[in-house]
């Protein structure tokens, strides 16, 4: 019985570590709290060029000279679902702004459905190994993640978790009135 109850107790702590072979649902990433952390000018890291394959507007590279909001995202989550109309309203009401996604463990038939239901005009990369050019800003289990970066490509601001509309708004104004 010991043995049994080592074993479950192994199995259970492994599937919740979010690391391995990721599964889809609910249960395979650690979301946060919607804590956004601005950085100051000098200790910002520059972010990789965005350039790929797009869920829905082939292939792109995004514009490095433009304050830019990155929201890291899957269908099957749930704070990501109830993120996608506030961003999708910012990058309607921010035009100056340009909006990306990227899609994380996720098929493409259940992001296009996610994408159409949410109306989302600004486009999704779908190479999920783009998150690695972050260098640790990114985490790959750890979403909804969206990043704000200055007009000079850098990482200005790192919201871990769902975003408010209060939140992105103080965030997204703070970086554009600095630079």
Known sequence: MK??????????LTSCAGG???SQNENS??????IAT???KADRKTAPVLSGETLTSGKITLNKNQVTVINVWASWCAPCRAEAPVLQEFSVN???VQFAGILTRDNLSSAKAFYENYNLTYPTFIDDSL??????????NAIPTSLILDKEGKIAVRISGEVT?????K???KVLSND
Do not use: N, Q, T
């Not at 990433?29 to 919607?34: C, D, H």
């Open 3 to 12: 043995i049994i109850l080592v074993f479950l107790s192994a199995l259970l």
């Open 165 to 169: 509309v209060a939140g992105l708004k």
């Open 94 to 96: 921010y035009p100056d």
């Open 20 to 22: 391995g072979v990721s």
């Open 29 to 34: 990433f650690i979301s946060g709290s919607g």
């Open 171 to 173: 965030m997204l104004d």
């Open 131 to 140: 998150i690695l050019g972050f260098g640790g800003s990114l985490i790959p």
């Open 38 to 40: 601005f950085v100051e």
